[in-house]
């Protein structure tokens, strides 16, 4: 699952959401079949001097995942790309530092042709809306069309028409969105025991 689609689509409009227990919730969504790994791709947000808290809860999050047994996190990075400013009001054109998500595309894609050439699956659930991962999908379809695959748009309900990706229908791969209405019921508690030592605890902004 590509967590920075997923956030963006879903969870930042969401904030009581985002403490999701994904693997009890992809368990009760896959209900018919035996769901033993599910990779989280995402990268650490870099610390911004407004926001310096921002990366404590990204990481208290991953923390929390990390207790379960089925969740493999792999993470890309951020990398500083140069912007100008395009603006009319801009009395010249200033160029600025903005962070950017590296990698996580081709780790998705990389992973889905290692899984299907390796033979370590059956069914594939991809939960991105990124177009980027379409070609690695299509391989797959054509090397390996015993694999099932399925793809959940992260979507809210009302921004469904324009997240919709035909492309993937075409390759005869289910492509609909993201079911939303069971998300609360998989929620972490407020507390996670990451060990006998250590406890991580839900931001209080995710509340």
């Known amino acids: ?10 969870f930042q409009h969401r904030p009581a959401w985002k403490w999701l227990n994904v ?8 209900l018919d079949e035996d769901v033993v790994a599910i990779k989280f791709f995402t990268a650490l947000v870099e610390p911004v001097k407004h926001v310096s808290t921002r ?26 790309r140069t ?21 996580t ?15 370590l699956t059956d069914s594939m659930v991809i939960v991105s809306g990124d177009s980027d991962l379409e070609p690695a999908v299509e391989w797959v379809r054509r090397n390996h069309p015993q694999i099932k695959v399925t793809v959940y748009v992260p979507v809210l309900e009302d921004e469904r028409n324009q997240r ?4 993937y229908h075409r390759m005869g791969v289910t492509c609909k969105p993201l079911p ?17 030592n250590e406890t991580v605890t839900r931001p209080v902004e995710w509340v």
């Open 55 to 80: 990366r404590d809860r990204q990481k208290r999050y991953l923390k929390a995942l990390g207790t379960l047994p089925k969740i493999k996190i792999i993470l890309g990075k951020y990398q500083e």
């Open 1 to 10: 699952m590509d967590a920075f689609n997923w956030y963006f689509g879903i």
């Open 164 to 167: 919709r990706n035909d492309n």
């Open 105 to 119: 595309d081709v780790n998705i894609a990389v992973n889905l042709l290692e899984d299907a050439f390796r033979d």
């Open 83 to 103: 912007v100008t400013c395009q603006a009319r009001d801009c009395m010249r054109r200033l160029e600025y530092q903005v962070p950017e998500e590296k990698k």
């Open 180 to 196: 939303l209405a069971d998300i609360p019921r998989h929620v972490f508690p407020a507390t996670v025991r990451v060990n006998e």
């Open 23 to 30: 693997q009890s919730f992809f368990e009760a969504l896959r």
